[in-house]
């Protein structure tokens, strides 16, 4: 009887949660084309794709930020006698966006991100 040993690298990848959300959040970047990050990282474009949808899913563990310097699309009303206090901007489906100060207490900052999930 013949046998044949195969050697070398594991056939299927493992990837770390962390390499994962780096993956995603590279994916997410404005103007990211999903082809040269799987590229870049070696990685199946429907891989990415399906890892973008579970990061979608009800008790995923990370969501997209980017901080944003620009604060001359800001609203006048957040503007007014608060120019130094941060806020929360999210920009929603078709455009919408929603402004949440920082003074807002963290319970309801909570509620407001889960309904619209």
């Given at each position: 009887?013949?046998?044949?040993?195969?050697?070398?690298?594991?056939?299927?990848?493992?990837?770390?949660?962390?390499?994962?959300?780096?993956?995603?959040?590279?994916?997410?970047?404005?103007?990211?084309?999903?082809a040269e990050i799987a590229r870049q990282f070696d990685v199946s474009t429907s891989l990415i794709?399906?890892?973008?949808?579970?990061?979608?899913?009800?008790?995923?563990?990370?969501?997209?930020?980017?901080?944003?310097?620009?604060?001359?699309?800001?609203?006048?009303v957040l503007r007014d006698g608060r120019a130094d206090s941060p806020v929360i901007r999210l920009k929603l489906a078709g455009g919408t966006t929603m402004s949440i100060a920082a003074t807002a207490p963290a319970r309801l900052v909570l509620a407001v991100l889960r309904a619209l999930r």
């Open positions: 009887m013949h046998m044949t040993v195969i050697s070398g690298p594991e056939r299927r990848r493992r990837w770390s949660a962390a390499e994962r959300e780096e993956i995603v959040l590279a994916s997410l970047a404005p103007g990211a084309v999903i794709y399906k890892w973008r949808r579970d990061a979608q899913q009800p008790g995923a563990v990370f969501v997209p930020a980017v901080m944003a310097e620009d604060e001359g699309s800001m609203p006048d």
